[in-house]
Each structure stands twice: as structure tokens, then as C-alpha cells.
């Protein structure tokens, strides 16, 4: 089982940037290959970045290409998303993810409880 625990989140402006951690609780964090999603009012809840156990980039979408950056840190078992340029476009709620080996990340196997970001035009 794995806790994972989001926090950064906020109400800024356009323009303004945002930094969301997410801590997990478990002893074999590296076995887990990582990723941010976020979820707009209304929408599905899509996938922004993912990274591979050893922390090396799967992707980014194309959305948020340039301006957000994700990295992980394995040996504080945290998970980063750094957000620049934010547009209103972005407010959503942001939940980061586990996936073990063989999973996919149409349904990864622990989620954490989301962080909410807001952007003021």
C-alpha cells in the first residue's frame, strides 16, 4: 500500500508559478514509476507528467509542454511538479499517482487526494 500526499497548492494569478510536492509513504517509492494528473470542473481527469522509477521523463502533454516541469526525488520519496506561467486554464484539482511495474496509466494502482490550484485571471 502506498500513501501519497500532494500539497502546493493555492489561488495565484496568471502569469504567477506554483510548486506541487507529493510525498509517499512507501519504503520501495523507486519501484514506482510516478505521475501528475489534474482534473478540471466538468472534465475527465487527465495525465500532465509521468516519470520512470529511476526518475527519467516519460512524457509531458502537450498542454503544459514549456511551462510545467516534473521531477522526483527518491531519496526524500517525493514527487514534484513545478508550474510557471500559470493560466486560468490550469485551475484544477492535481493529484499525483503510483503505478507498479505492468500497471498503466489509464488506471494507476494508488492516487493521493489532490491539491487544488486555482488561477486568477
Known amino acids: 500500500q502506498v500513501q501519497l500526499v500532494e500539497s502546493g497548492g493555492g489561488l495565484v494569478q496568471a502569469g504567477d508559478s506554483l510548486r506541487l510536492s507529493c510525498a509517499a509513504s512507501a519504503r520501495t517509492f523507486s519501484s514506482y514509476a510516478m505521475g501528475w494528473f489534474r482534473q478540471a470542473p466538468g472534465k475527465e481527469r487527465d495525465i500532465l507528467v509521468a516519470?520512470?522509477?529511476?526518475?527519467?521523463?516519460?512524457f509531458y502533454t502537450d498542454s503544459v509542454k514549456g511551462r510545467f516541469t516534473g521531477s522526483r526525488d527518491n531519496a526524500k520519496n517525493t514527487v514534484y511538479l513545478q508550474m510557471n506561467s500559470l493560466k486560468p486554464e490550469d485551475t484544477a484539482i492535481y493529484y499525483c499517482?503510483?503505478?507498479?511495474?505492468?500497471?498503466?496509466?489509464?488506471?494507476?494502482?494508488?492516487w493521493g487526494q489532490g491539491t487544488q490550484v486555482t488561477v486568477s485571471s
Open positions: 516519470y520512470s522509477r529511476g526518475g527519467g521523463t516519460i
Open positions: 499517482a503510483a503505478r507498479k511495474w505492468g500497471s498503466s496509466w489509464s488506471s494507476p494502482d494508488f
